[in-house]
């Protein structure tokens, strides 16, 4: 079984500036994708930015990058020039790249706060 | 594009009735969707997979007679809460899976807040 870990319950932020929330993962599974979700105040779940392990170069979305260190199992997502829009519940997951199972394993969270 | 929709966005019912919840997707076609329950302040917890014309796998500990799941087409799995009591209250969420540029994800529809009076 897959574990996700977000040691991080809250983070805050000053606007404009950059933050970077912390997530690992244990696993024996060799291929697997990993996402960052975003649950802002509505609680719609929005993708981030996702990788795939097998890909060594760091995912980017614009102002949100990845360091993706898979010997470590760490995923850590950075976000460049903080926005009020950014003020959200972080969800960190994991998903086995595997026919037929698609699930995602969930860390618990961080909610990030960005101060004007 | 990937674009999940959930209905109703939120219900009232009185104890003992039954609540139906749809989750469509829009622009693709999705074999497999997920329901969640999230309680405040935690994550999500997964109910069951639902897989396009088949029974629904569902967790350990979620009642299947009560949480009625069907996916009777590639876009739309309904969820149906039977009896509901005060206790079914909470935050559900869907998702489908898509396949975009290689990579397996799901995608979220806007959750659906049921409370149970």
């Known amino acids: 079984a897959q574990t996700v870990t977000q040691s991080q319950p809250e983070m805050s932020v000053q606007e404009a500036e950059t933050v970077t929330l912390s997530c690992t993962y244990d696993?024996?599974?060799?291929?697997?994708?990993l996402f960052w979700y975003k649950q802002p105040p509505s609680r719609q779940m929005i993708l981030v930015i996702r990788q795939e392990a097998y890909k060594q170069q760091n995912a980017t979305e614009n102002r949100f990058s990845v360091n993706f260190q898979k010997a470590a199992k760490s995923f850590s997502l950075k976000i460049s020039d903080s926005q009020l829009g950014d003020t959200a519940m972080y969800f960190c997951?994991?998903?086995?790249?595997?026919?037929?199972?698609?699930?995602?394993?969930f860390g618990k969270g961080t909610k990030l706060s960005v101060i004007p | 594009g990937a674009v999940v929709s959930q209905h109703p966005s939120r219900v009232i019912c009185k104890s003992g009735t039954s609540v139906k919840i749809e989750c469509r997707s829009l622009?693709?076609?999705?074999?497999?969707m997920f329901w969640y329950r999230q309680f405040p302040k935690q994550s999500l917890m997964l109910m069951a997979t639902?897989?396009?014309?088949?029974?629904?796998?569902?967790e350990q500990g979620v009642e299947k007679d009560k949480f009625l799941i069907n996916h009777a087409s590639l876009t739309l799995s309904t969820l149906t809460v039977t009896s509901a009591h005060p206790e079914d209250s909470s935050f559900y969420i869907c998702?489908?899976?898509?396949?975009?540029?290689?990579?397996?994800?799901?995608?979220f529809g806007p959750g659906t807040r049921l409370t149970v009076l």
């Open positions: 998702s489908a899976r898509a396949r975009v540029g290689g990579t397996d994800t799901q995608y």
């Open positions: 997951a994991f998903m086995k790249h595997s026919a037929g199972s698609y699930q995602l394993t």
């Open positions: 639902s897989n396009e014309g088949s029974k629904a796998t569902y």
């Open positions: 622009d693709f076609q999705a074999t497999t």
């Open positions: 696993t024996s599974e060799n291929n697997y994708y």
